[in-house]
């Protein structure tokens, strides 16, 4: 893999105020479902394939379970946390992109010089 991108489900889930706060977990499914197709496309003009989609899930999402294309990781705490374990582990060997609008969690992984892009990354536009 050259690039990975590590989403962060509740931040993402949360940025569409469809009902996700009834089923958290449905929700966190469809997020993952929804980011299939980029793991072999990439994410136009942020990464290029080959790239592994990371979802971190936390709270009532923890028991979405991976599918081809999508490796889910369950936050046994903070999933901001978590994904800041996940880039400070890949040590610069490959690129990073977290995708989050949470400010301090940008702050955070970018010190460890992974790249930050926003919800509509993977929404798409007219979604977010």
């Known amino acids: 893999m050259d690039s990975m991108v590590v989403v962060d489900a509740a931040n993402v889930v949360g940025s569409v105020p469809d009902g996700w706060w009834r089923d958290r977990h449905g929700a966190a499914e469809r997020l993952r479902d929804a980011l299939v197709e980029y793991a072999g496309t990439g994410l136009p003009g942020l990464v290029a394939p080959p790239v592994e989609m990371v979802l971190?899930?936390?709270?009532?999402?923890?028991?979405?379970?991976?599918?081809?294309?999508?490796?889910?990781?369950a936050a046994s705490g903070s999933g901001d946390d978590r994904i800041v374990r996940l880039v400070a582990d890949e040590r610069g060997d490959r690129d990073c992109l977290v995708?989050?609008?949470?400010?301090?969690?940008?702050?955070?992984?970018?010190?460890?010089g992974a790249r930050v892009t926003?919800?509509?990354?993977?929404?798409?536009?007219g979604r977010d």
Request: aromatic share 2%; charged share 30%; glycine share 12%.
């Open 99 to 112: 995708i989050t609008a949470d400010r301090e969690l940008r702050t955070r992984v970018q010190a460890l």
């Open 118 to 125: 926003g919800p509509r990354a993977v929404w798409g536009r």
């Open 56 to 73: 971190v899930v936390e709270g009532a999402a923890r028991g979405v379970a991976s599918v081809e294309g999508v490796r889910v990781v």
